[in-house]
């Protein structure tokens, strides 16, 4: 994310030598390869995949360009692939087709690195994208970004603890195909904890806290994954943490209706807390808590490494049980297309790679290989909720219910970096490391943040 931050300074310098290049596709020296970078390792399962799906369109297509793909590993967040990316951008040699992760779009479409892609696609072709990845792609009102996987976060719980309660208690869990609050899943949580307190139950022998949050990944510099998981809490209020035009933050992210969804977050810290910033290393997997907000790759994991756990799985809770539209979190990496290419039949030529790499069939084919949600319309239906392990089924029906009808995309701003680690570090993390549940505090986390943005943000407002 750092390095993001980087590049975006750097904006005239990239968007300066993009203007002025008169590139190899232009001049007709490299028509005969189009290149493809991705942030994937060549031996890991996503890789894997992209390299099949680049060797088949040759196959298909032996008269065309060659499409070469070149597997860059990505460090933490990312930044392995992210510098030599940087590089590229600086050296004016960026790749015709390169990997983003979908809130980052913005800030390369604002460094003049990426093109639009409106004018280039097939009829029709971006309305088979889901809502919430449409809505990832598109910047100023121009889709730039094609999602070839989405993502989703639910909340999951210790079948064994959950049946070990009061039966009072356990009526307070809902079904999976039932909407619930976000008070009625702290209530559950204090009553889980107070019940833990004193049982002897052997499905509570491990026990450390209530809920599991992942708020270790923020403490160890992967902010994203705080705003992903709790900006949804401020949609669910009314609000985000930006306003539409992305970059003004005042009055928004520490607004009153936004302080308010935070100090319903904040209750998990009230009293004896029920979550911390702190919690041990794989807490849910090894029976150290009783529920998790976990993401969709907890699925996956817990099917091949932790069998015997028994996990059912709930939808992601709303702020206020009327409310309906999209809510939960979702968005992930993307393809797009460098802006360096000016010969238009080159363009509709690395287009239709695009394409090729997120059509239906490779959406599919993703979930097979990678468990990838997958971004087309068509092909959610491919999600497997039939197979002999009920609890992966439960878990996926949660999944594919979201993606089809509340997932939501991450703000789009051009300072999206810096929004979400000041946001994930400044008010999600310092409300969990200092137990803050009352309003007056969040506020103050929520004002010191949105006066470090904002002042971060003067550079973006024309």
Known sequence: MKKLISLVSGVVLAASLTACSSSQSSSGKADDKITVWTQAAADHPEGKMFADRVKSYNEKHPDGPKVEIKNITRAGAGSGYIDKLNAAITANDVPDIFTLDGPDVAAYVESGVIAPLDDYMSQGFKDGFTKAIVEQGTVGGKFYAMGYSDSGVAIMYNEDMIKALPADVQAMVPGPDKDWTWDQFVALARKVDDFAQTTK??????????????????????????????????????TNIVDKDGVTVDGVLNGKKSVEALTKFGQLFAGKPLANAAESEKTFYTGKSALAVAGFWYVNEIKSNYPNLKFRTLRYPKMDASQTGLYTPSGSWTFVRSAKNKDEKRVKKVVEVMEWLNNDEASKEYYEKNGSIPTRINSVSAINTNTDNPYYNEAWKVLKYQVENTNKARPVSPGYPYLSETFAKDVILKIAQNKASDSATIQKYADEAAKKIDAEFKKYKK
């Open 201 to 238: 139950d052997p499905a509570f022998k491990n026990y450390e806290i209530s809920t599991s949050l992942l708020l270790t990944d923020i403490s160890a510099g992967a902010y994203e994954l705080g705003t992903y998981y709790f900006t949804p809490l401020l949609w669910g209020n009314g």
